[in-house]
């Protein structure tokens, strides 16, 4: 089926330790998102990315790292886990930017750093 | 900091009955999107309404927008208990020139 998928659903590390949270959308959607959802936080961008290559700042972009060297694949890492990142993590396509395009989400990695 | 502020944080409604959720937005906009989470799930675009439309309609969703006063609403008619989901809304472009931001949701429960 084509749509946007993510890897892993669940992932529970420790703190320090490197994760990295795949995204892979099958549109050809040139933007692509990177979200985290915490109670009381509702949704906040992470890192975003108009094309391959091509990646931007979010709102909390501190301690994340995201590459984009095909149009299909967004990955995020952490480089070097906090308690602070336990977060559902979200990744989205869209056909544009600018706001003005619906987003597909994946259906999320829970991640739990100890 | 969040654009759209979602009102109330939670509903509970009997099946039947129509649930109306409303969003806040601080800044001007160009477009408000509204977005439904299932528990578990991504969020899953509902409807897209631009600044110069006051209304639409897609099934039972009905959103209207009112720029003058920084706010829209979420009309569900004939709510079913497939419906239990939550609810954001999302405002575009954000200060940063590009972006969607999301409200904290409205958390939708519909009773058989």
């Known amino acids: 089926d084509a749509g946007i998928t993510q890897s892993p659903r669940y992932k529970i590390t420790e703190t320090g330790r490197q994760v990295t949270l795949m995204c892979h959308q099958t549109?050809?959607?040139?933007?692509m998102f990177w979200y985290r959802q915490d109670l009381g936080h509702g949704l906040r961008l992470i890192y975003y990315?108009?094309?391959?290559?091509?990646?931007d700042k979010g709102e909390v972009p501190d301690g994340y790292v995201v590459s984009r060297s095909k149009t299909e694949n967004f990955p995020l890492t952490l480089e070097s886990a906090t308690r602070s990142q336990t977060s559902v993590y979200f990744c989205?396509?869209?056909?544009?930017?600018?706001?003005?395009?619906?987003?597909?989400f994946g259906d999320g990695t829970r991640l739990s750093i100890l | 900091s969040q654009q759209g502020e979602e009102d109330p944080q939670a509903l509970s409604i009997q099946e039947g009955e129509n649930a109306t959720m409303n969003c806040s937005y601080k800044t001007s906009i160009n477009n408000l999107q509204w977005y439904r989470q299932n528990s578990g799930r991504g969020l899953v675009h509902l409807i897209l309404?631009?600044?110069?439309?006051r209304e639409k309609h897609s099934g039972r969703l009905r959103v209207t927008l009112d720029t003058s006063k920084k706010s829209s609403s979420l009309l569900i008619t004939a709510s079913r208990a497939a419906d239990t989901a939550s609810y954001f809304c999302a405002t575009g472009p954000n200060n940063a020139g590009n972006m969607l931001t999301f409200g904290g949701g409205t958390r939708l429960m519909v009773k058989p």
């Open positions: 309404i631009r600044s110069n439309e």
């Open positions: 989205a396509s869209s056909e544009g930017g600018s706001g003005n395009q619906p987003q597909h």
């Open positions: 549109w050809s959607h040139s933007y």
């Open positions: 990315s108009a094309a391959a290559d091509i990646t």
